[in-house]
């Protein structure tokens, strides 16, 4: 996905927030990487295993301990799961039936050390579930989610556990513990809170009930997106692609191939597929087509359609908040975040609905003018904009999509990525090719720091296919900790460009390139992740801050002197002139109001949802209609995500969070601010913060002071409205 308003978050879908809690802890490592990972002995119960034959307990004996991808196959994958979450409850019994007093040692670090196997087989099925999905893989998915949140459940809700827990959570304070301790012990008693453990025995049953119901129709919404996304095809003849640029036609060319169609051309409803052709086809009848089909995913009234879906999740989300002593939903998402309220959440989008509502209406003026012009003799639709905002852009700025393209190379743009973090982190890149993958397509290297010990392993997934779910996003097969020795964390970044003919060159568009470098953020808050404790590793943190290192990290390919280094002419390998850079930097703001409307609309409507109180015959294109035409939402611009594809909020840990990436935007254009008022992108001193206070601390600190710790005063909104053209709500229009 595009831009930095529509990354897929990473992290698992149905267990994440247990893994996290309750131990993500890793088993042994092979011998070969001890001295690198630190890594105890292996544990009598896998010892014992190795005598079986299921993979997930045995010794892998691979390059640091990574997944032996050939020895996996999917019938491993449902014993495993019962398996190792039998194995989790006789470690969760354990520390509640220990006959001494309750302690950090022997509660809330053995919680951290326990669930290792189920973490295990967790981080390599739902990497695996998003990435090489078919039926039988979506099968066990629909089996394990609801089984995973009944375990879930039965640990959240021990009410001799959490005695234990509160025991110490009441001492922290005079007890001894180390910040890092007492910050684990808070935030394991508020999650326990949080998930009912004060609740009665009749309300933990009826909240049980709910979770589990819940993780079902998470499961089943996805994999309907996912299904009905690759039930749609548009089959072109050569006829057909008037406009489309060559770099679109030999991907739509290799899709055809790959299905048996010689001679013919495919756009999917991947966005990297449809995006660009609804930016450039000329045939105005395949444009509408294509995007009905695109806006209309989960919504076709077939065995894919989520509205019924959607408003299960709705009401049992209210029904869940209202039994935890909560208004809405919306007031329990919210009460664990930065932003703190709804409230808070609704004033940041209304600063900029306004604003943007003013620009989009001077875009389609343009627009309007342009069509008038070319005598379209049709009024603008939903499915024309971008295929005329592209027209008037390379009027205006004498810039064409298809001529910046020609500049972002996929590896050039790897280099890229990896350079800002060698500059910023003194982080250094090796290929490697013997650590196993799940598809030819991955891409490994091993991460070392300045000192040149490793650090963590990145793993590249760069193409779009049928049994991947659309988007970008980053997660992990193992996290970083330190809680018995150091383990390096192995990381994944995933993406969904159109993959080339072979011995083509994979072109990307400049927002590609910069979702590339969003996601590299999220892996790099992953890699430099240096605290001692699972679940305050990394990227375990609240979405409205989680977002701020990857979109910070954004910033540095749009510099002048990071272009004119790694913008490259794929056949030449000429450096993108500046006057061409000149050009990128004076459109910067171009369609910035269509692009804040799209993503807007999106957040307002996902609060919307989520501060329903009682649910009753919702009709989700009624309750669209309605919230937006309420906001004076321009007719020309839908929803950036329909409720029916709207995968952020029910299909993962977005809900009543969508707002978070442009609360982030408000920390990543202040936060950038610093690197230019030093006068270098690369400042020592300012990335020295960055590292300190950002990308190294995990959950460890309270996320006001941590930003203040890197930029040394609160943030403020200014860098984000300059950034989008949208300075004021009185917004200058520009002639």
């Known amino acids: 996905m595009t831009n930095k308003h529509a990354k897929q978050f990473f992290g698992l879908v ?8 309750a131990g993500c802890s890793q088993p042994e490592q092979s011998e070969n990487e001890k001295s690198l990972t630190g890594q105890t002995s292996v544990t009598a119960e896998t010892d014992k295993s190795n005598q079986g034959e299921n993979p997930f307990f045995m010794t892998w004996d691979t390059p640091f301990n990574t997944p032996p ?11 495993a799961f019962e ?4 194995m989790h409850k006789r470690e969760v019994n354990n520390i509640t039936t220990i006959d001494s007093i309750a302690s950090f040692d022997n509660t809330i670090a053995q919680m951290e050390r326990s669930g290792s196997h189920l973490d295990r087989v967790s981080r390599v099925f739902f990497n695996l579930a998003n990435t090489e999905s078919d039926e039988q893989m979506q099968s066990i998915q629909r089996s394990v989610s609801p089984m995973l949140a009944r375990h879930g459940n039965e640990i959240l809700l021990n009410e001799q556990l959490f005695a234990r827990i509160k025991k110490i959570y009441d001492e922290r304070l005079e007890s001894g513990l180390n910040s890092e301790q007492i910050r684990l012990t808070e935030r394991i008693y508020n999650d326990f809170v949080r998930a009912g453990a004060n609740l009665s025995a009749e309300d933990k049953s009826k909240l049980a009930t709910i979770n589990e119901e819940l993780s079902r129709l998470s499961t089943e919404f996805g994999q309907n997106v996912l299904n009905d996304t690759r039930e749609f095809t548009l089959i072109l003849e050569e006829k057909d692609l008037a406009g489309l640029p060559q770099t679109l036609i030999d991907a739509a060319s290799a899709q055809a191939s790959s299905r048996g169609l010689d001679d013919k051309y495919v756009i999917t409803l991947q966005r990297s597929s449809v995006e660009p052709f609804l930016q450039f086809s000329e045939r ?7 995007f009905k089909a695109w806006a209309n995913r989960g919504d ?19 029904e869940r908040a209202q039994l935890l002593g909560f208004e809405h939903h919306s007031d329990y998402v919210l009460s664990n975040a930065m932003a703190s309220s709804p409230e808070a959440a609704m004033n940041l989008l209304l600063k900029v609905w306004e604003p943007a509502k003013v620009k989009a209406e001077q875009e389609k003026s343009w627009i309007q003018a342009l069509m008038k012009e070319e005598g379209a003799g049709y009024d603008l639709a939903p499915w024309d904009w971008r295929f005329y905002a592209e027209k008037v852009r390379k009027s205006r700025y004498n810039l064409d999509e298809a001529e910046i393209s020609q500049y972002f190379e996929l590896n050039n743009m790897i280099d890229a990525q990896f350079f800002v973090a060698n500059k910023l982190f003194g982080l250094s890149f090796k290929e490697r090719f013997d650590i196993p993958v799940y598809n030819p397509v991955v891409r490994v290297w091993e991460v070392n720091n300045a000192e040149g010990q490793t650090i963590g392993l990145f793993f590249g997934d760069y193409y779009a296919r049928d049994t991947k779910r659309s988007g970008a996003w980053m997660s992990a097969f193992r996290v970083q900790q330190k809680l018995d020795g150091s383990n390096i964390p192995l990381i994944l970044n995933n993406m969904n460009l ?3 003919a072979e011995g083509q060159p994979t072109l990307m568009s400049f927002s590609d390139a910069v979702t ?3 996601e590299f953020g999220h892996a790099l808050h992953g890699l430099l992740s240096d605290v001692t404790y699972p679940t305050l590793s990394g990227t375990n943190v609240p979405r409205d801050w989680v977002e701020f290192p990857a979109q910070i990290y954004e910033h540095f390919i749009a510099q002048p002197e990071m272009l004119q280094r790694f913008a490259r002419h794929y056949q030449t390998n000429e450096a993108m002139p500046e006057s061409l850079i000149q050009r990128i930097q004076e459109a910067s703001t171009f369609n910035q109001g269509f692009a804040t409307i799209e993503f807007t609309a999106s957040a307002l409507v996902d609060m919307a949802y989520h501060q329903l109180t009682s649910v009753e015959n919702l009709d989700v294109r009624a309750f669209e209609d309605k919230v937006l035409s309420e906001y004076g939402k321009p007719e020309e611009i839908i929803m950036r995500h ?6 952020h909020i029910f299909a993962g840990g977005y809900s009543s969070a969508y707002y978070a990436y442009m609360w982030s935007e408000i920390l990543d254009a202040d936060g950038f601010d610093a690197f230019l008022e030093a006068d270098n992108i690369f400042d020592e001193e300012t990335a020295r913060r960055l590292h300190e206070f950002v990308f190294s601390t995990g959950d460890t600190m309270n996320y006001l002071d941590a930003y203040i710790g890197f930029r040394g005063r609160e943030p403020s909104t200014d860098a984000l409205l300059r950034n989008r053209g949208l300075r004021n709500r009185g917004l200058e229009i520009e002639d």
Do not use: C, M, W, Y
């Open 284 to 290: 105005r009848d395949l444009r509408e087509q294509a």
């Open 498 to 500: 159109n993959q080339p």
């Open 642 to 647: 329909r409720s029916t594809h709207f995968g």
């Open 83 to 86: 398996r190792a979450i039998e």
């Open 516 to 518: 590339l470098f969003h």
């Open 14 to 21: 149905a267990i994440g927030f247990l893994l996290t809690l």
């Open 69 to 79: 991808f050939s020895k996996i196959s999917t019938e491993h994958f449902l014993p």
């Open 300 to 318: 076709n009234d077939n065995e894919f359609d989520n509205k019924a879906i959607i408003q299960q999740i709705v009401a049992l989300r209210a």
